[in-house]
């Protein structure tokens, strides 16, 4: 009260103060004496102003408060004001001297505690749901054989080494990283981005489409999974064309973003495992339906030929052999039968002939020599036909040949086909490296040791060697020279 500046009307009477004076006095005593505070409440009539500022109100069940935050203070708030949060809030406390009314200047704000967290996300979880972004028939199938991987993380950490192990084991495919933030106010944008870009990629531009899409992110508590819960990042993932698998924290943690993606993984490395078939699996798979398709080929091919042996149908040779040597005879007899034939005709002709008047006797020359020309057409013919049934014969053996010949190929290609599969053995062998200078280590029960991780200092081993097996001790302290011995007079210099 000692900043005012009374006007006294009389001796007798209080001081007079003008408005403006009050007001300022208080403004000056409320900040000396709230300079800093620290307050909870429930946030309520959230208003942005068109020049950055936002107004709002904090209340409990008791009373009310205003509250602004200036412009240069949103960007750095942990969260951004929403109807019915309820955060805690610090800043100064200060007047409104146009309005005589008090308020708060918030300088930071951060969230009241995990039940408001939860029923922030429970809300907006029921909201989403209500909108069918949950819904298993929008799901995407992920593709059984990607051939681009598309990942969205952050570039540093074990996330994004989990992954890429995972995959150059299981399936050596192309792996495209978007680096993003994924802890903080702008890891939800940077997200959100990063998915639209993928989506937006076309199917033959320079930068290959990803097949299927992992978010992936290590674990945390729940403020620092709390941007997976953001709206336009779900919104986001759900209408994305491309497959998404989600593998955000732990396999206890969840988020938003879990059920709006197409999968959810339980960690990181889950998430390659999902996204990845295993290429020695397909291998296996494939010689297994090769072996498979030869057993039924096999099986075929002998059912046959047991029907075709129970038939006891003749052979070829045994069809073709009595009517082969019948054609032969008939063959034979057909040229003297065939002269015959002309003679017996030929005498028949004259002894008719010489019946006629002596005026006629040149008509049988004539016809003798129109039959004998009709006989050679018809011998002439038969020998065609002859000579059309040795060549249909020698076809026959020509086709033996090729049957032959046939058969020769298809051993040829069934000994090749077993060289590939004893080459595939021998590439198998576990002993294989062991000719090149490798070793296997054995524990003392005989089990395989995989990892150095898995032996214990001290532990008695077994290495096997190409030709032989030897035995080891982990981490053996090397043993110790021995002294030279002294003479028994000399001293000892030291």
């Given at each position: 009260?000692?900043?005012?500046?009374?006007?006294?009307?009389?001796?007798?009477?209080?001081?007079?103060?003008?408005?403006?004076?009050?007001?300022?006095?208080?403004?000056?005593?409320?900040?000396?004496?709230?300079?800093?505070?620290?307050?909870?409440?429930?946030?309520?009539?959230?208003?942005?102003?068109?020049?950055?500022?936002?107004?709002?109100?904090?209340?409990?069940?008791?009373?009310?408060?205003?509250?602004?935050?200036?412009?240069?203070?949103?960007?750095?708030?942990?969260?951004?004001?929403?109807?019915?949060?309820?955060?805690?809030?610090?800043?100064?406390?200060?007047?409104?001297?146009?309005?005589?009314?008090?308020?708060?200047?918030?300088?930071?704000?951060?969230?009241?505690?995990?039940?408001?967290?939860?029923?922030?996300?429970?809300?907006?979880?029921?909201?989403?749901?209500?909108?069918?972004?949950?819904?298993?028939?929008?799901?995407?199938?992920?593709?059984?054989?990607?051939?681009?991987?598309?990942?969205?993380?952050?570039?540093?950490?074990?996330?994004?080494?989990?992954?890429?192990?995972?995959?150059?084991?299981?399936?050596?495919?192309?792996?495209?990283?978007?680096?993003?933030?994924?802890?903080?106010?702008?890891?939800?944008?940077?997200?959100?981005?990063?998915?639209?870009?993928?989506?937006?990629?076309?199917?033959?531009?320079?930068?290959?489409?990803?097949?299927?899409?992992?978010?992936?992110?290590?674990?945390?508590?729940?403020?620092?999974?709390?941007?997976?819960?953001?709206?336009?990042?779900?919104?986001?993932?759900?209408?994305?064309?491309?497959?998404?698998?989600?593998?955000?924290?732990?396999?206890?943690?969840?988020?938003?973003?879990?059920?709006?993606?197409?999968?959810?993984?339980?960690?990181?490395?889950?998430?390659?495992e999902i996204a990845t078939p295993v290429l020695a699996d397909l291998k296996a798979a494939v010689l297994d339906s090769e072996r498979r398709m030869n057993r039924c080929l096999q099986h075929a091919l002998e059912t046959r030929r047991s029907r075709l042996a129970a038939a006891r149908l003749p052979r070829p040779s045994?069809?073709?052999?009595?009517?082969?040597?019948?054609?032969?005879?008939?063959s034979g007899r057909l040229a003297a039968a065939l002269e015959r034939n002309v003679a017996v005709h030929e005498h028949a002709f004259a002894r008719i002939g010489g019946r006629f008047a002596p005026a006629l006797l040149d008509r049988p020359q004539r016809l003798k020599a129109e039959r004998l020309a009709e006989l050679?057409?018809?011998?002439?013919?038969?020998?065609?036909?002859?000579?059309?049934?040795?060549?249909?014969?020698?076809?026959?053996?020509?086709?033996?040949?090729?049957?032959?010949?046939?058969?020769?190929?298809?051993?040829?290609?069934?000994?090749?086909?077993?060289?590939?599969?004893?080459?595939?053995?021998?590439?198998?062998?576990?002993?294989?490296?062991?000719?090149?200078?490798?070793?296997?280590?054995?524990?003392?029960?005989?089990?395989?040791?995989?990892?150095?991780?898995?032996?214990?200092?001290?532990?008695?081993?077994?290495?096997?060697?190409?030709?032989?097996?030897?035995?080891?001790?982990?981490?053996?302290?090397?043993?110790?020279?021995?002294?030279?011995?002294?003479?028994?007079?000399?001293?000892?210099?030291?």
């Amino acid at each position: 009260m000692s900043d005012l500046a009374p006007t006294p009307d009389d001796a007798g009477n209080a001081p007079a103060y003008s408005v403006s004076e009050l007001a300022f006095a208080l403004k000056k005593t409320l900040e000396t004496a709230y300079g800093f505070v620290r307050l909870r409440g429930e946030i309520s009539k959230v208003t942005r102003h068109g020049n950055g500022h936002i107004y709002l109100d904090l209340k409990d069940e008791n009373a009310s408060i205003n509250g602004v935050v200036w412009k240069g203070s949103v960007r750095g708030l942990k969260v951004q004001p929403s109807q019915g949060l309820e955060v805690v809030v610090t800043g100064r406390i200060t007047t409104f001297a146009p309005r005589s009314s008090y308020q708060i200047v918030i300088e930071t704000m951060e969230h009241a505690g995990v039940g408001a967290l939860l029923a922030q996300l429970e809300r907006l979880k029921e909201q989403l749901k209500a909108e069918g972004l949950f819904d298993a028939d929008r799901k995407k199938p992920l593709p059984s054989t990607p051939q681009v991987v598309g990942v969205v993380t952050s570039p540093t950490g074990a996330v994004i080494r989990d992954i890429l192990h995972r995959i150059r084991d299981r399936w050596p495919t192309r792996v495209i990283v978007w680096p993003v933030v994924v802890q903080g106010q702008d890891a939800a944008a940077q997200v959100a981005a990063a998915v639209r870009g993928f989506n937006a990629l076309p199917p033959d531009g320079p930068v290959p489409r990803p097949d299927v899409l992992i978010v992936a992110r290590g674990g945390g508590s729940i403020e620092d999974l709390w941007p997976f819960n953001d709206e336009a990042l779900a919104r986001v993932v759900a209408a994305g064309d491309i497959p998404l698998i989600s593998a955000v924290g732990h396999e206890t943690d969840t988020t938003l973003i879990d059920y709006v993606s197409d999968r959810r993984a339980p960690t990181p490395t889950a998430a390659a495992e999902i996204a990845t078939p295993v290429l020695a699996d397909l291998k296996a798979a494939v010689l297994d339906s090769e072996r498979r398709m030869n057993r039924c080929l096999q099986h075929a091919l002998e059912t046959r030929r047991s029907r075709l042996a129970a038939a006891r149908l003749p052979r070829p040779s045994e069809l073709l052999g009595p009517r082969t040597q019948r054609f032969d005879l008939a063959s034979g007899r057909l040229a003297a039968a065939l002269e015959r034939n002309v003679a017996v005709h030929e005498h028949a002709f004259a002894r008719i002939g010489g019946r006629f008047a002596p005026a006629l006797l040149d008509r049988p020359q004539r016809l003798k020599a129109e039959r004998l020309a009709e006989l050679s057409a018809r011998l002439a013919a038969a020998a065609a036909r002859a000579a059309d049934t040795a060549e249909r014969r020698s076809r026959l053996a020509d086709l033996s040949a090729r049957m032959h010949r046939a058969i020769d190929h298809r051993l040829k290609r069934e000994g090749e086909r077993l060289a590939r599969i004893e080459q595939l053995r021998a590439s198998l062998n576990p002993d294989g490296p062991l000719d090149r200078g490798f070793a296997r280590v054995h524990h003392a029960d005989g089990r395989l040791a995989r990892r150095g991780a898995d032996l214990q200092a001290g532990e008695e081993i077994r290495l096997v060697f190409a030709d032989k097996a030897r035995k080891a001790i982990v981490d053996g302290a090397a043993r110790p020279k021995p002294r030279p011995a002294t003479g028994g007079t000399q001293g000892d210099l030291f």
